[in-house]
């Protein structure tokens, strides 16, 4: 069965810390993989993807960065937080392009 | 830039009773998909059509063919369960990069 999981499960940082937030895929090989933030009580909006490991495209940056080292990892990562960067972070994968989306179950960040 | 605009913002339906969502696009898309989001923040994927309609139990889809500016979410016999906010998200180049709209937030009561 394929699983995500994403880590930490929640966080509280500094401003200007830096942040790493994980994402693995397990049971699937090749995913496509993806970065949403979720401003609280706002919308999702969709941070990075990646089609194949090694490379990463930014739609919305944020400040933030991305990797994905691994098949089956991605990372998003920042090395100085802002007040904004604050909220919920999900990760999911795709086969395709028209498939559905499995997502993990989210990194829950406040920079104070 | 690209908008997708989600209608109504919230909504509240009886148990049994029927509704639709709706997302209206300021451009034409090639694709659409429809999530939902319970109160923890976990998000199941509903649909991804890249055109016509697509059904699930009691939740279909369709996306306008002809134009491609709107696509709709039609909720039968609405349970408690359906409860949770609904997003809709348009690809306009490839199919990677979404916008998402602002959610419905629904709320079914017994």
């Known amino acids: 069965a394929q699983t995500i999981h994403q880590w930490p499960v929640a966080e509280i940082k500094a401003v200007g810390s830096p942040l790493s937030l994980g994402c693995t895929i397990k049971g699937k090989s090749s995913p496509n993989l993806y970065w949403y933030w979720q401003a609280t009580g706002g919308t999702l909006q969709q941070l990075f993807y990646s089609i194949t490991v090694g490379q990463v495209e930014s739609v919305v940056q944020l400040n933030l960065s991305a990797s994905r080292p691994k098949d089956d990892q991605f990372i998003l990562s920042t090395e100085k937080l802002l007040l904004s960067h604050s909220g919920f972070y999900l990760c999911?994968?795709?086969?395709?392009?028209?498939?559905?989306?499995?997502f993990g179950s989210g990194t829950r960040l406040l920079v104070i | 830039g690209d908008q997708v605009e989600q209608s109504p913002s919230a909504l509240s339906l009886h148990e049994g009773t029927d509704s639709a969502l709706r997302c209206n696009f300021t451009t034409t898309m090639r694709s659409v998909q429809w999530f939902r989001q319970n109160s923890r923040g976990s998000l199941i994927s509903l649909f991804y059509l890249a055109s016509g309609t697509k059904e699930n139990g009691r939740l279909k889809s369709a996306f306008d063919s002809k134009e491609r500016r709107y696509s709709t979410l039609h909720i039968r016999d609405a349970q408690l369960e359906d409860s949770g906010t609904y997003f809709c998200?348009?690809?306009?180049?490839?199919?990677?990069?979404?916008?998402f709209g602002a959610g419905t937030r629904l709320k079914v009561i017994a």
């Open positions: 999911a994968w795709s086969l395709g392009t028209n498939s559905d989306y499995t």
């Open positions: 998200a348009a690809a306009n180049t490839g199919n990677y990069k979404y916008v």
